[in-house]
């Protein structure tokens, strides 16, 4: 069936450094893919997505693109903030809103 | 503008027990869902519909009951709580593909 790989976290940064979380994926047909964020005590919420290959999703000065050939969908934001300290999962989807996620990636930034 | 609501946000139960989650949404969303969130696995979908009177199950539904009589509310339903069911709760509604969640409830199964 289909599903999401993502990289073990935390991943630890300093401020200001460049960020990239892996994340692949195993599925049938063109899935949309997604990464949504969740900060400390929330529900998680939309960051980016992209919907056919070479698609590149942005938001917040995050980034992620489509590549279809290497099944992947990493995400990169090149100057990280204390504040994007939070829990990062991908997700694809084959039909219009049945997600698959990740098992997320936690993220902290320290100043 | 309350989004996707969800009530309890806490909750301990014994084992057993039966309690309701409460997931309501003002965005007129067809499509609503429940998944629990456990350490290392993700979040996990247990039931979904894709309008009133229509539901259906997900990757791991059982324990779980749930119904859709309006298009407002979506109920999950623990009927005999047991301990391998303590976990966050997330309710979450969607209309075009990007899924709105609610805060989420913490249940804890004694």
């Known amino acids: 069936g289909d599903s999401v790989t993502q990289m073990e976290g935390p991943v630890t940064l300093s401020e200001e450094a460049f960020l990239t979380i892996n994340c692949t994926y195993t599925?049938?047909?063109?899935?949309?893919l997604f990464w949504y964020v969740q900060y400390p005590g929330e529900g998680l919420q939309l960051l980016l997505k992209?919907?056919?290959?070479?698609d590149k999703g942005s938001n917040k000065g995050f980034e992620a693109t489509y590549r279809k050939e290497t099944t992947s969908f990493h995400l990169e934001k090149g100057s990280v903030q204390v504040s994007d300290s939070a829990v990062y999962f991908c997700?694809?989807?084959?039909?219009?809103?049945?997600?698959?996620f990740g098992t997320g990636t936690r993220l902290q930034v320290f100043p | 503008n309350a989004g996707v609501t969800q009530t309890p946000k806490f909750q301990v139960l014994k084992t057993g027990q039966s309690m309701t989650l409460q997931c309501a949404q003002d965005?007129?969303?067809?499509?609503m869902s429940w998944y629990r969130q456990d350490p290392g696995m993700g979040l996990r979908l247990i039931h979904y519909?894709?309008?009133?009177?229509?539901?259906d199950q997900g990757e791991v539904p059982n324990g779980y009951n749930v119904s859709r009589s309006t298009t407002e509310d979506f109920p999950l339903r623990l009927l005999s709580a047991a301990p391998s069911q303590t976990s966050v709760y997330f309710c979450?509604?969607?209309?075009?593909?990007?899924?709105?969640f609610g805060e989420g409830s913490r249940l804890t199964v004694l």
């Open positions: 997700a694809l989807s084959n039909s219009t809103d049945k997600l698959i």
């Open positions: 519909s894709v309008g009133a009177g229509i539901t």
């Open positions: 599925a049938t047909g063109y899935p949309s």
């Open positions: 979450a509604s969607s209309q075009t593909g990007e899924l709105f």
């Open positions: 992209a919907t056919k290959a070479d």
């Open positions: 965005m007129n969303h067809e499509y």
